[in-house]
């Protein structure tokens, strides 16, 4: 069974720029939940879509956003990139809310 | 505020020295505490999901225990594939937020 797959893999963008990453979540699985792991913060929850509905939201500025399609995949967007948003983004998938959380490899976003 | 806090930050290991790895949480209601695994440039691995005190469970050389304020990763004689982030995260409701801890480095050393 294919696992949790992230597009791309790495990112190069600068300062105000905008960047939309892509997650697939394992077969069947209909919940999808993106992080944020930085070395200083660890990881940090972004959000959380099931059956293309937001049910959960970090504490991040309005910048970042995300969307589910009826396939379960999901995007997320992070509009006028900032330095600090350098970070492994990482995307993770389950059956469904409350459910074990499989992890893909994540995006490695460099702003400059 | 729900917090989560591993110790030790780092731990380094003679192959087949045991140790433990300690996961302090601070969550009201808890509905699972988690471990995973990471390797560098790697998203997290999952290990062991625990619900209730004295529960316990095994993998290969890791055994994970839960009690009401703590949980414990045991590791049995490492080998050096054992070296990775451990990774320790909470979650109180049933949603599919997860609290982590900022994770242990294990180095194990042949």
Redesign the interface.
């Known amino acids: 069974k294919a696992g949790v797959t992230q597009t791309p893999r790495y990112l190069i963008k600068t300062r105000g720029q905008q960047v939309t990453l892509s997650c697939s979540p394992i077969s069947g699985h209909r919940s999808v939940s993106w992080y944020q792991q930085t070395p200083g913060q660890g990881l940090q929850f972004l959000f959380e879509y099931f059956s293309e509905t937001q049910r959960n939201k970090g504490n991040f500025p309005g910048r970042f956003s995300g969307r589910q399609f009826s396939n379960s995949r999901s995007e997320m967007n992070v509009s006028t990139l900032e330095l600090g948003d350098s970070a492994l983004y990482l995307c993770a998938s389950s059956r469904g809310p409350g459910e074990t959380q499989y992890f893909g490899p994540g995006t490695r976003l460099l702003v400059l | 505020e729900d917090q989560v806090t591993q110790s030790p930050e780092a731990l380094r290991l003679q192959e087949g020295e045991s140790s433990s790895l300690n996961c302090s949480y601070t969550v009201s209601g808890l ?2 505490l ?1 471990w ?1 695994r990471q390797d560098p440039g ?5 290990l062991f ?1 625990l619900y209730s005190a004295g529960e316990e469970k095994e993998k290969e050389r890791l055994k994970a225990t839960l009690t009401k304020k703590e949980s414990f990763l045991h590791i049995t004689a490492p080998k050096p594939e054992d070296s990775a982030t451990y ?1 320790c ?1 909470s ?1 109180q ?11 242990t480095r294990l180095q194990v050393f042949p």
């Open positions: 509905r699972g988690f995973y790697k998203g997290p691995e999952f999901t990774l995260a979650r409701d049933n949603t599919d937020k997860l609290i982590f801890g900022t994770g």
